[in-house]
């Protein structure tokens, strides 16, 4: 096999062209005090960048798991860094509202395409036990695109300026098409061929099933419930709250968003190890993960602003959990479809937390605005912003709850019963003594 087509390097292309839609997506999160004064938008118009673009992405997911089965992963990466890229220069010299936002419809559409597709080719080049694995760490690896826009990307704007930051952002994702294009491939040299791309009614009948099992639901309910807040607050709110409500230093705050992604890309290996190893318990991780989320804001928003800065630092760390947390959701997908179905499944997934994500963060912004109009970064407006989160939390712990009931049940009445965690741990114990 030659060495450009050995499983690792296929791998990590793909790796790297998420790594830079990563950052192509975070972008905006340490550009958001600076877009507010050049294109002089409030808090609820700010949001509106990022809604619309999470929008896009969320809207896209179901869309782009068909096109995936269709057409390839190869072809949906590229055309996916395509997109991000063209979105990033289209922004770097926009002067306007109007085509800043449709710049960041372009990124979100590009990104979109880009994550399911990389994960779809996993199980192709690796055995299975290494498919859960994998799969968190392609999603925590990518998170390394958020440390390039915390700290070269805010380097360059914070110096040169905005339009060579963007361009510089603009290239970085051709070069990632150029690599995909180049190595990139869906399956090694000599395995079966892909699946005949499925007809408009096979399509609707996926959708169905996909829908119909409760194991995507659970995927779906995980992957809202663990997701949501690291990423609005990677994503756009984290460091306008850090420095404008808790007044850390900007330099500061940009470490702390490097932190969350270190912390994720420890957490993630060990997530994927349980979940491989314990296949029936993925669920009681995940109401863990959730829980853990909401504890934290509870605590920091109940200590009246400025809370001390290793607190912040715990909250970020436990935001960390997050998104190795909603990986659990793709394997939930995994799992319970069958391989012709699956690019549908993941994308079903894939809606969950980015549309909790785009909703929190307007109404965050929306909130921000009501108590104190354009000027609404302040303490006390952050303090009230954050507590839209709970609603999600809610939704998705019952929705978990539901879903896994539902899957057990059919997992049982297919002779797979899976025992109550104190069973389980009871029968653990008895072969120990024995």
């Known amino acids: 096999m030659s060495v450009l087509r050995r499983p690792l390097v296929v791998w990590s292309v793909g790796l790297f062209a998420y790594l830079v839609g990563v950052m192509h ?14 294109f002089h938008a409030s808090p609820a118009i700010l949001s509106g960048f990022i809604v619309l673009q999470l929008l896009v992405y969320a809207a896209l997911q179901v869309p782009v798991g068909v ?15 395509l997109l991000m890229a063209a979105g990033q220069a289209a922004l770097a010299l926009a002067t306007s509202l109007p085509l800043a936002i449709a710049a960041r419809v372009l990124v979100g559409a590009g990104d ?43 380097a360059l704007l914070h110096g040169p300026g905005w339009t060579p930051a963007f361009l510089s952002a603009a290239a970085l ?16 040299d000599g395995s079966a061929a892909r699946p005949d791309a499925p007809t408009p009614r096979e399509v609707l009948d996926g959708l169905k099933k996909s829908w119909s ?40 705050a940009s470490l702390m968003l490097t932190l969350l992604v270190a912390v994720g890309i420890v957490a993630g290996p060990l997530f994927g190890t349980f979940t491989a190893r314990h296949p029936l318990r993925r669920s009681n991780l995940v109401m863990l993960v959730i829980g853990s989320n909401a504890v934290i804001w509870t605590i920091v928003l109940l200590v009246p602003p400025p809370a001390p800065l290793w607190l912040l630092v715990v909250l970020v ?53 009501a108590i104190g109009g354009t000027g609404g970064y302040t303490p006390e407006a952050f303090r009230v912003a954050w507590t839209v989160q709970y609603v999600i939390w809610a939704f998705a712990l019952v929705g978990v709850v539901v879903a896994r ?9 297919a002779g797979t019963p899976v025992p109550s965690l104190r069973a389980a741990l009871a029968a653990r114990r008895s072969s120990r003594s024995s």
């Open 173 to 188: 994702g051709v070069v990632a098409a150029l690599a995909v294009l180049a190595i990139f491939r869906e399956r090694p």
């Open 112 to 154: 979109a395409l880009t994550f399911i597709s990389v994960l779809s080719v996993i199980g192709a080049w690796f055995p299975a036990r290494r498919v859960p694995m994998l799969t968190q760490l392609t999603g925590l690896l990518g998170q390394i695109g958020q440390v390039l826009s915390a700290v070269p990307l805010a």
């Open 317 to 369: 760390v436990v935001l960390a959990l997050g998104p190795p947390g909603s990986m659990i959701g793709f394997d939930f997908a995994r799992t319970f479809n069958p391989e012709r179905r699956r690019g549908t499944a993941v994308g079903i997934v894939n809606v969950g937390g980015f549309t909790a994500s785009l909703l929190v963060s307007l109404a965050i912004g929306l909130v921000l605005s």
């Open 67 to 81: 096109l995936l089965d269709r057409f390839g992963a190869r072809t949906m990466v590229v055309a996916g860094a």
């Open 405 to 413: 009931r539902r899957a057990r049940r059919n997992m049982a009445l």
């Open 25 to 38: 997506r975070t972008s905006f999160g340490v550009a958001g005090l600076d877009a507010a004064a050049r």
């Open 213 to 252: 099992e409760p194991g995507t639901r659970l995927g779906l309910w995980t992957h809202t419930g663990t997701q949501f807040s690291g990423t609005v607050f990677g994503l756009l709110w984290g460091v306008p709250y850090l420095v404008a409500g808790q007044g850390v230093a900007s330099g500061t």
